[in-house]
């Protein structure tokens, strides 16, 4: 028995070694494809039931932007060509949120701030640090894939209140975009939104 655990404790130490030794010093930005389409499920960030689904499909890509379409809910998110969400819906943001900058490496940091108008508690600002953390294997429902973790944290506030947000996401770049995020949003020091989603199937050309 002793025999057979050093023998799989072997080939899992081989495997992730292998996996190192496959991962990129520099990740450049993704070339989207009007077509690509990636599926993710939504999921409670405490419970991790699944709430709803998300088919998100490039639906324009110009010169200047590109247009995400959830087929499923009909919400169009608008990102420049280096990949800053610009406008979610009726959602405008400004500056562009640039949670992701092409091209990443590990260390890499960045901070960012942006603005949008609130219906009830006027201008939400939000202020973030953010780091390419490094490598990791992350499983989720599309399957197994190594992927890069970028960690954002910093604050929020308008006219309501203020306190902190949290954001993680796991980037792959066979898939061109991410596998998995988890967002977490506090209010009077609780949880007060947030969601996980986890990537369940794409195509991408």
């Known amino acids: 028995?002793?025999?057979?655990?050093?023998?799989?404790?072997?080939?899992?130490?081989?495997?992730?070694?292998?996996?190192?030794?496959?991962?990129?010093a520099q990740v450049e930005k993704p070339d989207p494809k009007v077509g690509d389409t990636r599926i993710y499920a939504v999921l409670e960030p405490i419970s991790r039931v699944e709430q709803r689904?998300?088919?998100l499909t490039v639906t324009e890509v110009t010169d200047s932007q590109i247009q995400i379409t959830d087929k499923v809910s009909s919400v169009v998110?608008?990102?420049?060509?280096?990949?800053?969400?610009?406008q979610v819906g009726s959602r405008r943001y400004t500056p562009s949120v640039r949670a992701l900058t092409f091209p990443m490496q590990v260390g890499k940091k960045w901070e960012h701030s942006n603005s949008y108008?609130?219906?009830s508690c006027?201008?939400?600002t939000s202020d973030l640090k953010n780091e390419v953390v490094g490598w990791e294997d992350v499983i989720v429902p599309a399957g197994t894939f190594r992927a890069l973790r970028i960690d954002s944290?910093?604050?929020w506030n308008n006219s309501c209140g203020s306190d902190r947000s949290e954001y993680k996401f796991w980037?792959?770049?066979?898939?061109k975009w991410l596998v998995k995020s988890e967002s977490r949003i506090f209010a009077?020091?609780?949880l007060y939104d947030g969601q996980i989603l986890e990537l369940k199937s794409f195509r991408v050309d």
């Open 188 to 190: 009077g020091g609780r």
């Open 77 to 86: 998110t608008t990102y420049d060509r280096d990949w800053a969400i610009k």
């Open 1 to 24: 028995m002793k025999f057979i655990c050093l023998s799989v404790a072997t080939l899992l130490s081989a495997f992730s070694i292998a996996a190192q030794a496959q991962d990129l």
């Open 53 to 55: 689904v998300q088919e």
């Open 122 to 124: 006027g201008t939400t």
């Open 117 to 119: 108008a609130h219906a």
């Open 153 to 155: 944290n910093g604050y």
């Open 171 to 175: 980037y792959v770049p066979k898939v």
